[in-house]
């Protein structure tokens, strides 16, 4: 039902929110894939979808410390 940036831009967002032994590079990594596949326009979504994501998870700030620091940290971005 959703555009299929949402799940281009999540491959980005999710690989730094629940992988272990996550490292930026990653995140440059998995991008720069994105951008030859998609465009540069996918880097609009994915900045959209990362505060979409801050927002929704937010409210978990005491189950979750680890998560709650990556949506103020997202939204810091912005």
Known sequence: MGGPELDLGSAVIFLEVVRPGYAPADTTF????LVERAGPQIDEAITTYRAWYAIRFAPYRDDDPNLYKWCVESLAMG
């Not at 998995?30 to 894939?33: D, I, T």
Request: proline residues 0%; hydrophobic residues 25%.
């Open 30 to 33: 998995v991008r720069n894939r």
